[in-house]
């Protein structure tokens, strides 16, 4: 093998000892080659629909372009030797690849423009398997062959294999009747300026960015480490990236682990410049963005990111938004498949989802006891303390509360790779829960002391089952008082939903889907305790596999007298004791065999509130039921599936 590098450069050592990786990854720089290899070659010509280039513009910031072929099509790449790369791309005005080809085109700028000006960076990426290979160089030659279409052949003098944990896989279709406009552009943004709101929407509704960076070597270091530009993506959830709200133009990239090469990141460390490209494969919609960028490690980068540990900022100084500009698209009729590796959304500080966790920061909780009622069900009780605090905690019926784990358990050990258990690599042992005891604020001016969470053990689970494990083997068919004698403590992160107990007289229709009903015993249990001045009556569809264990949680939780249940139960066991609920006075209750027919929703929603609560299928089908029985949107109310 033939090394590209002959070490990592100053940035790169930086950031790889700030996150504690210098020395697992001291010898790594070796597996960047000086060619491509024969299968690189072939995935670059035969795989790929569009490629995501680095390029810099007159005043040296780095921006990510994008080349495609006139039609969409693969096969705008051709490879004609190990070093070479040829592209016939037709672009569009903004794009920033543009720039650098006239550029190259007129002779005096050409002469002009310093040697990093066309350096350039790629990341072939085959979206459908995840597959990609980064490679980098410089410009050779360009032509211009008619208006927006170029013949550009690039030299390449690394080539890297690339991780593929964090893409989001999608089908591609060619797309080639474009009319790209540019929505808005600021080249050089004053210092005041905030992104369009437009802007910034389409940035926290996507998935993927492509980050284009450059390491500017000094005349002492230039031949052990030349000057070179960066190509890389970075994948998550949608909503993943964040803005800072307080000046509109700062984006906070979290960083997720990988395999702690960090050559994007020791660029970005080095030179504190990065550019950012979102698309919407959907529309074929583009934002460019350039600007000053940091790499923030422990505390600093708390103190923007809620317990997130490692972030990359880019305070935007020019962005160009174009509309219906890449001549592919996401297939019609298809989805894209998220990465079981991409973790769930960290939020800024200062957005409003911060801010109210933040007004539960510095409670603590102790596990104190349990109710099991089978091998993977039971209720936990918590007691709440807080340190210092002269407000207390509040929740509503049906809340749910985020808990921290991480002191109690602590860290994930490193691992590149988990295809069994891909949500490891980023655990942050938080996991949010449904409250399942009933809190009213009127009755807790104080603050809650103790509170309940039902929950399923989940298969692999590292939260689910260390709490499991503290309660041994269960036996036998009724539930089983435990108490907890060991310390098993968590911080409250925080209180989150809308999903409440309407307050006043009610007529309700609750779905339930298994361990969905959570919200629900919560819900009913607060109608107990208020009482005589609770009125009006509830509809329960609880739809479950082994109800047992969740009509001995019902069981428990029901209002008495003064407001009328009607409970529907489906289910596909043949026999359902139902013998302790029919004993209630104010309680009707069916059993049903089977699933939740469509035509159910109908004889049981009307002039009702609906809320839902279960896996995403069980509410996707009680939305379209729901919808068939032409109840409003305004009247349906469905909860996240904690």
């Known amino acids: ?40 070659r072939i995935f670059h010509t035969s795989n790929l629909h569009f490629l995501p280039i680095t390029t810099l513009d007159k005043d040296g910031r780095p921006w990510a372009g994008f080349a495609a072929g006139s039609n969409g099509n693969i096969g705008f790449v051709t490879s004609p030797d190990k070093n070479t790369l040829k592209l016939n791309v037709k672009l569009w005005d903004t794009d920033p690849l543009v720039d650098t080809f006239e550029t190259w085109l007129d002779p005096a700028q050409r002469c002009d423009a ?14 459908s398997t995840r597959r990609r290979n980064k490679f980098a160089g410089r410009i050779k030659s360009v ?41 808005s552009q600021r080249t050089h943004m ?29 005349i002492e270091t230039a031949e052990e480490f030349p000057s070179h530009a960066g190509m890389n ?11 800072k709200p307080s000046d509109g133009r700062t984006l906070v990239v979290p960083d997720y682990s990988g395999n702690r090469f960090l050559m994007s990141l020791g660029n970005i460390e080095s030179t504190r410049l990065a550019g950012l490209t979102f698309i919407c494969f959907t529309t074929g919609d583009v934002l460019y963005l350039t600007g000053k960028a940091q790499i923030l490690v422990g505390p600093p980068a708390m103190e923007i990111m809620a317990k997130h540990a490692s972030i990359m900022t880019i305070e935007t100084t020019g962005f160009s938004y174009v509309k219906n500009a890449l001549p592919v698209r996401q297939k019609p009729g298809t989805e894209p ?28 909780a102790n596990l104190v006891s349990a109710v099991q009622y089978s091998e993977d069900i039971a209720t936990f009780k918590f007691k709440v303390s807080a340190a210092s605090r002269t407000q207390g905690l509040h929740i509503r019926p049906g809340q749910a509360m985020a808990l921290d784990f991480m002191d109690w358990i602590g860290p994930p050990k490193y691992s590149h790779m988990a295809d069994k258990t891909p949500g490891s690599i980023n655990d942050d042992r938080v996991r949010t829960w449904t409250v399942s005891s009933a809190h009213e604020e009127e009755k807790d001016v104080q603050g809650i002391t103790e509170f309940e969470m039902t929950m399923r053990k989940m298969p692999g689970g590292v939260v689910t089952g260390a709490l499991f494990d503290q309660l041994g083997t269960f036996r036998g068919q009724e539930p089983q008082q435990i108490s907890i004698s060991g310390n098993v403590a968590c911080e409250i992160a925080g209180v989150t939903g809308d999903f409440a107990l309407p307050k006043g007289p009610i007529k309700l229709l609750f779905a339930a889907g298994g361990i969905g009903i959570t919200p629900f015993l919560s819900m009913f249990s607060a109608l107990a305790a208020r009482g005589a001045s609770a009125e009006g009556d509830v509809v329960l569809a609880l739809a479950a596999r082994d109800p047992a264990p969740f009509l001995a949680l019902l069981e428990a939780s029901l209002p008495k007298d003064l407001v009328r249940v009607q409970i529907d139960l489906f289910t596909s066991e043949d026999a359902v004791n139902v013998s302790d609920i029919e004993k ?37 089908a009680a939305m ?11 009247r349906i109310h469905r909860e996240g599936f904690y």
């Open 1 to 40: 093998m033939t090394t590209a590098l002959h070490g990592w450069h100053t940035g790169e050592a930086i950031i790889q000892q700030k996150l504690g990786y210098r020395e697992a990854v001291s010898g790594s720089w070796r597996v960047t080659e000086n060619f491509m290899r024969e299968q690189h």
């Open 190 to 218: 004053h210092a005041e300026e905030r992104l369009p709101d437009e802007v910034i929407q389409f940035i926290t509704q996507s998935d993927t960015v492509f980050v284009g960076s450059i390491y500017k070597s000094q």
């Open 143 to 183: 032509r211009k062959a008619a208006h927006m279409r170029y013949e550009v052949v690039l030299f390449v003098d690394e080539a890297l294999g690339n991780c593929p944990k964090y893409i989001n896989v999608r089908q591609f279709a060619p797309y080639p009747v474009t009319e790209p406009i540019v929505a």
């Open 114 to 127: 310093p040697p990093e000006r066309f350096l350039i960076a790629g990341v072939g990426i085959e979206f």
């Open 584 to 620: 209630k006075r104010n309680v009707a209750i069916r059993v049903h065999k089977g699933r939740i027919p469509s035509s159910y929703w109908a004889t049981v929603a009307g002039g009702r509130d609906v809320f839902i609560c279960g896996p995403g299928g069980f509410g996707d």
């Open 624 to 634: 379209d039921g729901l919808k068939m029985a032409a109840v409003p949107n305004e």
């Open 233 to 243: 993506s970075r994948g998550g959830l949608p909503g993943f990236v964040r803005v």
């Open 337 to 364: 498949i998220r990465s079981p590796y991409s973790p769930k959304i960290k939020y800024l500080v200062d957005e409003p989802e911060a801010l109210a966790a933040s007004a539960s920061a510095g409670f603590k």
